[in-house]
């Protein structure tokens, strides 16, 4: 009798438990690692221009200016994209190193839509002075069309994402149009300390370093235009 109970009990458990799966032989295949061949990957200037967009802000119209020498070789594409609240600016460069060395350059709107070299003075002087709405100066909160500095790396590239609430499309069409420049230089902001003051007594910093920031010549510029 406990004999077949022990064996009716074995059955019972037998038929409970959960049927035996054999492990899988199958395996995920895992792609190659990539390969550096030594060559930079090319440029795509329009490459992911909406990947770090505002989806909480409705798109608006988008304006560029294609960044260029002043021998006119291309080396960039800047967009700008309108949205309810701001003007959100993307600038991508790649440049030879010999043409735009590395650093910090002062990056900024100017105040008409012209990029041309006129006889006996520098490069791209037709694009005036910063965009100024405002009538404001470096000294506080700056121009209107001062933007953050780009940083050009050793290889020539650069990439900048920026957004702005003190310029619209509105804004950057009127008159003759607006223009972006890439300096050879920084811009300092105006960021002089008091004990910089002048031997002869001017207050610094000076009207030159608040109208350009000491950003030095114009190495880049484009006339921004409607997309096409």
Known sequence: MAAAAVAAGALIISGCAAPYEAPSTMTEEVPPPPVWTGE?????????????????SSPGRTLEAQLALADGTEIGL???????????????????????????????IHEVGA??????????????????LEGATHEG????????SIQILENGRAELVTLTDRVTVDDLLIGDGTSVIVHEGPDNFANIPDRYEHAEGDDVP?????????????????????SS
């Open 40 to 56: 930079p990957e090319p440029v795509d200037f329009h490459e992911d221009e909406d990947e770090h967009g505002d989806e909480s």
């Open 78 to 108: 800047v967009t700008f994209s309108e949205t309810e609240d701001f003007l959100r600016i993307r600038a991508v460069i790649q440049a030879d190193p010999d043409d735009l060395s590395p650093g910090f350059k002062g990056f900024h």
């Open 115 to 132: 990029c041309e070299a006129e006889d006996g003075e520098d490069a791209f002087t037709s694009a005036g002075g910063h965009l100024d």
């Open 141 to 148: 909160t700056g121009a209107s069309g001062d933007l953050v």
């Open 206 to 226: 000076d009207e030159q370093t608040l109208a350009t920031g000491d950003a030095g010549a114009r190495a880049a510029c484009g006339v921004i235009e409607v």
